[in-house]
C-alpha cells in the first residue's frame, strides 16, 4: 500500500489511466524577415483562440463546479493577456525567434519568477502559467488538448500534478479518483478535486511510474492509502466501506440548515474550532452555528515581530463578521517554550507545559497582552465576540484579565471608540486546579469551555507525545469523566454556557455524558458538525443518563470503554 | 510625476484577484504607473510583473505616476488599495 496526502473524501475503484502532462516539443526554428508579420499574426491568434477557448471553459465550470474555481481558470485570461508580457513576445519574435520559441522562454521566465518567491500562493500561480504555456503551445502547434471529457466511467486518473484545464474537462461522474505526485492540501488540484467531489490523495511519489495505463486501483481520500492491484477480498471491503461512506454522507447531509437538537427536543450547539480567518468561510460552509474555539497562534508565528493592533483587529473582524452575528470565541494567547517564536523570547524549559505559558505567559507580558485584548475588543463591535483564556488554574488570573479589558473599555468610552459593552469574558477549562475550584470560577466567568485535550493530559499526568504513557491519555478513565461532570455542574449551577472544543466533542462515545451532564455547545473541526449534530440528535435526556450513571459506576477505564463502545450511536 | 508611499491593507496583497483589479483600472490611464518595492520598480500595468513582485499585506510601497493623467492615475491607484483592493 503507498501513502499520500488524503485531500478529498471517499473511496474510489477503478482502472488507472495515466495522463501525461510533460512539456509540449517543439522545432526551434528561426524566422525569415519577409514571414516576420505571418509569425506574429499566428501567435497572436493562437492567443485569442486560447482566451476563447478558456473563456467557454470557464463557463462551463461555472455550470459544473462552481463560480469560485471558474475564477481560477479566467485568471489565465487575465495572465495571457497582460499587454507588458505579449510585447514582450512580440519582440522576441521581431527578430526572428519562431513564436513557440518566444512564448516558452517568456512563459518560462514568469514560471521561474514565482516558484522562486518565498510564498505558497505565488508558487501556486506558477502552475496555472505552466498550464498556460502548455495549452498555448498545443494550440500553435496545432496538437490536441489531452481530452478527459472522453474517459470511460470507473477512470483513476493518475498524474503529476492536475492543472486547472484539465479539471474542467472532467465529468465527474466517470472518475473514481484523482491520485498525483505533487501538491498539498491547499493546492490547485486538493481544491478542485473538494469542488468536484472526487476521491483524491496527493503527493504519492513516483505514482505516474509505479502504475500503468489499465492497472486496478483503490484509493482512500480519507486515509491517503492507494492500493495497487487490489485483491479480489480487497475489492470487495473497500466496495462495502464506499458503499457505507455514500450512505452515510447522504444520512449526514439531511443534517444541513437543522437545529442541533436531541431526540427528546433539548436545544444544543455545534460550533467549529478554526486557526485562521479563512477557516471561518468553511466552518459557515459546513454549517457550524458559531466558532467554539479560534485559535490566535498564526498571528504570532512565522514573523519578526509581534503583529500590531491592526492586524490582529482585522483578522477577529473578519471571523466576526464572516459568522455574521453568532458567537465567536477567540481564545487568547496560547504559547510556551514548546514553541520558537523568537521575538517573544520564550525560555527553553525542562517543562514546557508545566511552565511559563498561556495566559501566565501573557500577565507577565501585559503590554503585548494589552495589543491583543484591545483588538478583540475594537472587533466586538462587528460581532458577537467571546473572550477565552487559556489554561486557567485559579481566580485570580480571571479578575486581572477582566481588570485589563475593564481599563481598555474605560479608554474605548473616552475616545469614543465602539465595541460590544457585554462581552463575555470566560475561561478554557483544561488543568485539574480549575476542574477543581469550578464553582469559584463559575462566579467569575461568564462561560466555560472545557478544553479536552490538555485536562487529559494534565488530569492524568501522562504526556500526550510520549508512546510509553499513550495508554493514559484517553478520556474514558473515571478521573477524567468525573472531572467534566463536575466543570459542567458547577457551570450550569450558575446558569454560565458551558461548551468543549477538544477532541471530546466530537466523540460518539462521549456524546451521551456529555449531553447527560448538560454541555450546551460542542466545538468540532468544520468537517465533523454533521456528524457530532447527527450524533446529539440519536439521544433522549433519559437514554442519555442511564449511559452516564452506568459509565460512571464502572470502575476501570477498559470497562469504560467497553461499555460506551457498546452503546453507540451515529 | 506625482507619487505617493503607502501601506498595503488588504489580507491577501497583490495576489490574483486583487492584482487584476488594480490593472484593469490602472490600465485605463495613458500614464506610466510604477510601484517601488523592495528596491524594484514593477510595472502596475502588468499583471504577471504585479503578481511576481509579491507584494503582501504591510508592505510599504510607493507609487509612481508619470504622463499626461498622472493626478488622476496616482489618485485612483492610491484609492483602490486603500479600500483594500475589492477584497470582501
Same mark, same amino acid.
Given at each position: 500500500?503507498?501513502?499520500?496526502?488524503?485531500?478529498s473524501d471517499g473511496i474510489g475503484i477503478?482502472?488507472?489511466?495515466?495522463?501525461?502532462?510533460?512539456? #509540449?516539443?517543439?522545432?526551434?526554428?528561426?524566422?525569415?524577415?519577409?514571414?516576420?508579420?505571418?509569425?506574429?499574426?499566428?501567435?497572436?491568434?493562437?492567443?485569442?483562440?486560447?482566451?476563447?477557448?478558456?473563456?467557454?471553459?470557464?463557463?462551463?465550470?461555472?455550470?459544473?463546479?462552481?463560480?469560485?474555481?471558474?475564477?481560477?481558470?479566467?485568471?489565465?485570461?487575465?495572465?495571457?493577456?497582460?499587454?507588458?508580457?505579449?510585447?514582450?513576445?512580440?519582440?522576441?519574435?521581431?527578430?526572428?525567434?519562431?513564436?513557440?520559441?518566444?512564448?516558452?522562454?517568456?512563459?518560462?521566465?514568469?514560471?521561474?519568477?514565482?516558484?522562486?518567491?518565498?510564498?505558497?500562493?505565488?508558487?501556486?500561480?506558477?502552475?496555472?502559467?505552466?498550464?498556460?504555456?502548455?495549452?498555448?503551445?498545443?494550440?500553435?502547434?496545432?496538437?490536441?488538448?489531452?481530452?478527459?471529457?472522453?474517459?470511460?466511467?470507473?477512470?483513476?486518473?493518475?498524474?503529476?500534478?492536475?492543472?486547472?484545464?484539465?479539471?474542467?474537462?472532467?465529468?465527474?461522474?466517470?472518475?473514481?479518483?484523482?491520485?498525483?505526485?505533487?501538491?498539498?492540501?491547499?493546492?490547485?488540484?486538493?481544491?478542485?478535486?473538494?469542488?468536484?467531489e472526487?476521491p483524491? #490523495?496527493?503527493?504519492?511519489?513516483?505514482?505516474?511510474?509505479?502504475?500503468?495505463?489499465?492497472?486496478?486501483?483503490?484509493?482512500d481520500g480519507r486515509e491517503?492509502?492507494? &492500493?495497487?492491484?487490489?485483491?479480489?477480498?480487497?475489492?470487495?471491503?473497500y466496495e462495502k466501506s464506499k458503499a457505507d461512506f455514500i450512505k452515510e454522507k447522504e444520512y449526514l447531509?439531511?443534517?444541513?440548515?437543522?437545529?442541533?437538537?436531541? !431526540?427528546?427536543?433539548?436545544?444544543?450547539?455545534?460550533?467549529?474550532?478554526? @486557526?485562521?480567518?479563512?477557516?471561518? #468561510?468553511?466552518?459557515?460552509?459546513?454549517?457550524?452555528?458559531?466558532?467554539?474555539?479560534?485559535?490566535?497562534?498564526?498571528?504570532?508565528?512565522?514573523?519578526?515581530?509581534?503583529?500590531?493592533?491592526?492586524?490582529?483587529?482585522? !483578522?477577529?473582524?473578519?471571523?466576526?463578521?464572516?459568522?455574521?452575528?453568532?458567537?465567536?470565541?477567540?481564545?487568547?494567547?496560547?504559547?510556551?517554550?514548546?514553541?520558537?517564536?523568537?521575538?517573544?523570547?520564550?525560555?527553553?524549559?525542562?517543562?514546557?507545559?508545566?511552565?511559563?505559558?498561556?495566559?501566565?505567559?501573557?500577565?507577565?507580558?501585559?503590554? &503585548?497582552?494589552?495589543?491583543?485584548?484591545?483588538?478583540?475588543?475594537?472587533?466586538?463591535?462587528?460581532?458577537?465576540?467571546?473572550?477565552?483564556?487559556?489554561?486557567?488554574?485559579? #481566580?485570580?488570573?480571571?479578575?486581572?484579565?477582566?481588570?485589563?479589558?475593564?481599563?481598555?473599555?474605560?479608554?474605548?468610552?473616552?475616545?469614543?471608540?465602539?465595541?460590544?459593552?457585554?462581552?463575555?469574558?470566560?475561561?478554557?477549562?483544561?488543568?485539574?486546579?480549575?476542574?477543581?475550584?469550578?464553582?469559584?470560577?463559575?462566579?467569575?466567568?461568564?462561560?466555560?469551555?472545557?478544553?479536552?485535550?490538555?485536562?487529559?493530559?494534565?488530569?492524568?499526568?501522562?504526556?500526550? @507525545?510520549?508512546?510509553?504513557?499513550?495508554?493514559?491519555?484517553?478520556?474514558?478513565?473515571?478521573?477524567?469523566?468525573?472531572?467534566?461532570?463536575?466543570?459542567?455542574?458547577?457551570?450550569?449551577?450558575?446558569?454560565?454556557?458551558?461548551?468543549?472544543?477538544?477532541?471530546?466533542?466530537?466523540?460518539?462515545?462521549?456524546?451521551?455524558?456529555?449531553?447527560?451532564?448538560?454541555?450546551?455547545?460542542?466545538?468540532?473541526?468544520?468537517?465533523?458538525?454533521?456528524a457530532?449534530?447527527?450524533?446529539?440528535?440519536?439521544?433522549?435526556?433519559?437514554?442519555?443518563?442511564?449511559?452516564?450513571?452506568?459509565?460512571?459506576?464502572?470502575?476501570?477505564?477498559?470497562?469504560?470503554?467497553?461499555?460506551?463502545?457498546?452503546?453507540?450511536?451515529? | 510625476?506625482?507619487?505617493?508611499?503607502?501601506?498595503?491593507?488588504?489580507?491577501?496583497?497583490?495576489?490574483?484577484?486583487?492584482?487584476?483589479?488594480?490593472?484593469?483600472?490602472?490600465?485605463?490611464?495613458?500614464?506610466?504607473?510604477?510601484?517601488?518595492?523592495?528596491?524594484?520598480?514593477?510595472?502596475?500595468?502588468?499583471?504577471?510583473?504585479?503578481?511576481?513582485?509579491?507584494?503582501?499585506?504591510?508592505?510599504?510601497?510607493?507609487?509612481?505616476?508619470?504622463?499626461?493623467?498622472?493626478?488622476?492615475?496616482?489618485?485612483?491607484?492610491?484609492?483602490?488599495?486603500?479600500?483594500?483592493?475589492?477584497?470582501?
Amino acid at each position: 500500500m503507498l501513502k499520500g496526502i488524503p485531500v478529498s473524501d471517499g473511496i474510489g475503484i477503478g482502472h488507472v489511466r495515466i495522463i501525461k502532462n510533460k512539456d #509540449v516539443k517543439f522545432e526551434d526554428k528561426a524566422i525569415p524577415e519577409n514571414e516576420i508579420d505571418n509569425e506574429l499574426e499566428r501567435f497572436h491568434d493562437a492567443v485569442k483562440v486560447f482566451c476563447d477557448r478558456t473563456d467557454k471553459m470557464a463557463k462551463e465550470m461555472e455550470k459544473s463546479v462552481n463560480p469560485k474555481e471558474a475564477e481560477i481558470i479566467k485568471g489565465h485570461i487575465q495572465m495571457i493577456s497582460d499587454p507588458f508580457m505579449i510585447s514582450q513576445i512580440d519582440d522576441q519574435i521581431k527578430t526572428g525567434v519562431c513564436a513557440e520559441k518566444a512564448a516558452a522562454t517568456t512563459l518560462d521566465q514568469f514560471i521561474e519568477m514565482f516558484s522562486s518567491v518565498d510564498d505558497e500562493l505565488t508558487q501556486q500561480r506558477a502552475t496555472d502559467v505552466s498550464d498556460i504555456k502548455k495549452r498555448l503551445l498545443r494550440i500553435l502547434l496545432g496538437i490536441e488538448e489531452i481530452d478527459l471529457g472522453t474517459l470511460p466511467p470507473d477512470t483513476v486518473i493518475v498524474t503529476k500534478e492536475l492543472t486547472p484545464s484539465m479539471t474542467t474537462e472532467i465529468k465527474k461522474e466517470n472518475i473514481a479518483g484523482i491520485i498525483t505526485e505533487k501538491g498539498g492540501i491547499t493546492s490547485h488540484s486538493a481544491i478542485l478535486s473538494r469542488a468536484l467531489e472526487i476521491p483524491a #490523495v496527493l503527493s504519492v511519489p513516483e505514482i505516474t511510474k509505479i502504475l500503468r495505463d489499465g492497472d486496478m486501483v483503490i484509493i482512500d481520500g480519507r486515509e491517503g492509502d492507494v &492500493l495497487p492491484d487490489p485483491s479480489d477480498n480487497d475489492i470487495r471491503n473497500y466496495e462495502k466501506s464506499k458503499a457505507d461512506f455514500i450512505k452515510e454522507k447522504e444520512y449526514l447531509d439531511t443534517f444541513i440548515g437543522k437545529d442541533t437538537v436531541t !431526540a427528546d427536543g433539548y436545544r444544543k450547539e455545534v460550533f467549529c474550532n478554526i @486557526g485562521n480567518p479563512k477557516d471561518g #468561510v468553511t466552518a459557515v460552509k459546513k454549517d457550524g452555528e458559531g466558532i467554539g474555539l479560534f485559535r490566535t497562534e498564526f498571528l504570532f508565528m512565522d514573523k519578526d515581530s509581534a503583529p500590531s493592533e491592526e492586524d490582529q483587529f482585522n !483578522a477577529y473582524k473578519k471571523v466576526a463578521e464572516t459568522l455574521g452575528g453568532r458567537t465567536v470565541i477567540i481564545r487568547t494567547l496560547d504559547v510556551g517554550g514548546d514553541k520558537d517564536i523568537p521575538y517573544l523570547d520564550l525560555k527553553k524549559e525542562d517543562n514546557p507545559f508545566l511552565g511559563y505559558r498561556a495566559v501566565r505567559y501573557c500577565l507577565g507580558h501585559k503590554d &503585548l497582552y494589552k495589543v491583543q485584548l484591545r483588538a478583540i475588543l475594537k472587533a466586538s463591535a462587528y460581532g458577537k465576540i467571546w473572550i477565552m483564556i487559556p489554561m486557567v488554574t485559579n #481566580v485570580y488570573e480571571i479578575r486581572q484579565v477582566r481588570g485589563m479589558v475593564e481599563r481598555i473599555k474605560t479608554k474605548f468610552d473616552a475616545e469614543g471608540i465602539p465595541y460590544d459593552k457585554d462581552i463575555k469574558i470566560g475561561a478554557m477549562i483544561e488543568t485539574p486546579a480549575a476542574s477543581l475550584i469550578a464553582d469559584i470560577l463559575a462566579k467569575e466567568c461568564d462561560f466555560f469551555s472545557i478544553g479536552t485535550n490538555d485536562l487529559i493530559q494534565y488530569t492524568m499526568a501522562a504526556d500526550r @507525545g510520549n508512546a510509553d504513557v499513550a495508554y493514559l491519555y484517553k478520556p474514558y478513565f473515571p478521573a477524567v469523566l468525573r472531572s467534566i461532570k463536575n466543570i459542567i455542574e458547577c457551570g450550569k449551577k450558575e446558569g454560565l454556557v458551558v461548551g468543549m472544543c477538544g477532541e471530546g466533542a466530537r466523540d460518539p462515545m462521549l456524546i451521551p455524558l456529555l449531553i447527560a451532564f448538560g454541555l450546551d455547545e460542542f466545538s468540532v473541526s468544520p468537517t465533523s458538525v454533521l456528524a457530532a449534530r447527527s450524533c446529539i440528535s440519536r439521544w433522549s435526556m433519559n437514554e442519555a443518563r442511564e449511559v452516564a450513571d452506568k459509565a460512571l459506576s464502572l470502575p476501570t477505564y477498559i470497562e469504560v470503554e467497553e461499555y460506551l463502545k457498546s452503546i453507540v450511536r451515529k | 510625476m506625482v507619487s505617493k508611499q503607502l501601506t498595503v491593507s488588504n489580507s491577501q496583497g497583490f495576489h490574483m484577484r486583487p492584482a487584476t483589479v488594480f490593472v484593469n483600472a490602472i490600465s485605463k490611464y495613458k500614464s506610466d504607473v510604477t510601484i517601488k518595492f523592495n528596491g524594484n520598480d514593477v510595472n502596475a500595468k502588468s499583471l504577471m510583473n504585479l503578481i511576481a513582485a509579491c507584494i503582501k499585506f504591510g508592505s510599504n510601497i510607493e507609487v509612481v505616476a508619470s504622463g499626461e493623467d498622472e493626478e488622476a492615475a496616482l489618485d485612483e491607484a492610491v484609492k483602490l488599495i486603500e479600500s483594500g483592493l475589492g477584497e470582501e
